[in-house]
């Protein structure tokens, strides 16, 4: 075996929770110069095979394997079907916290205007948010933020790769049809 088909065996065995540069370093017996050529040249295999459905992506220092963002029609169309979809509340709820964060339940509920521990609930649920602290203060309310699952669901190396909001803005008032669950969050080079 070489060490690309070992590190292709690594990031598909690790799945959608990814793997570090450190760990994938050591089970490889590597440094990190090695596995960044490594990584660099599975991503050229897989961008040089037309029928390859797979892509490397890179978040936070974290390697995960992933399908190429052509085929997000297909999967979108059989996300659809899933059950396992977010409401409007909670997309809602998650964009608050994405460009707010670190922020308590009550000030997303301000924002929104309705109550909003059950998206909260739904989304902690998805581990798509996490508790990031408490405020200092009465009750000691819970801070909540996105998580490292949330940037790989979306496609992001880090928050700064969050539309812009006046982007957004325009685009929803011109009457744009905006999907921001695979178009309007852009992917960017990863490598």
């Known amino acids: 075996m070489t060490k690309l088909s070992e590190l292709e065996a690594i990031l598909f065995v690790a799945g959608e929770a990814g793997i570090g540069s450190e760990e994938l370093s050591y089970l490889l017996n590597v440094d990190k110069q090695e596995l960044a050529e490594l990584i660099l040249a599975l991503e050229k295999k897989y961008q040089a095979t037309l029928d390859s459905a797979l892509h490397i992506f890179e978040t936070e220092d974290h390697f995960v394997l992933t399908t190429k963002k052509e085929l997000a029609p297909l999967l979108k169309k059989y996300a659809q079907g899933s059950s396992n ?8 709820t998650l964009a608050i916290i994405a460009y707010k964060q670190p922020i308590t339940r009550t000030e997303i509920e301000q924002i929104r205007g309705v109550q909003a521990s059950g998206p909260v609930q739904r989304l902690v649920a998805h581990k798509l948010i996490e508790e990031k602290g408490r405020v200092e203060g009465p009750g000691r ?3 909540y933020g ?3 699952y949330f940037l790989d669901y979306f496609g992001l190396k880090d928050l700064t790769e969050l539309p812009d909001t006046q982007e957004l803005e325009n685009a ?3 009457d744009e049809s905006l999907d921001l669950f695979f178009d309007g969050v852009s992917e960017g080079e990863k490598m």
């Open 85 to 92: 979809t977010l409401s409007q509340a909670a997309v809602e």
């Open 141 to 143: 309310p819970i801070l």
């Open 146 to 148: 996105t998580t490292g």
């Open 172 to 174: 929803l008032k011109d």
